[in-house]
């Protein structure tokens, strides 16, 4: 199972380039197995912290191109 999220990357309020990140089951599982079995309003915040992580990541390395990136 994966979920995904659009993660648009701003500078100064200008768009610079959007990730769609995709996180794996095994993933938030190994990281946060509580949130597996939680109701949405607990799972979705925790998702997109992971998803959100793996952007900021990508963008400290000077990474601003669009693409797809996987959690």
Known sequence: ?????QVKVFRDDE???????FVGRV???ARHPEALDAP???LIPVLH??????VA?????GNLEDEI???
């Open 40 to 42: 949405g309003e607990i």
């Open 15 to 21: 768009l610079v380039c959007i990730k769609t990140c």
């Open 1 to 5: 199972m994966l979920w995904g999220f």
């Open 69 to 71: 990136v996987f959690s």
């Open 57 to 61: 990541a990508a963008v400290a390395d």
């Open 49 to 54: 912290d992971v998803a959100c992580e793996k």
């Open 27 to 29: 993933t938030l599982q």
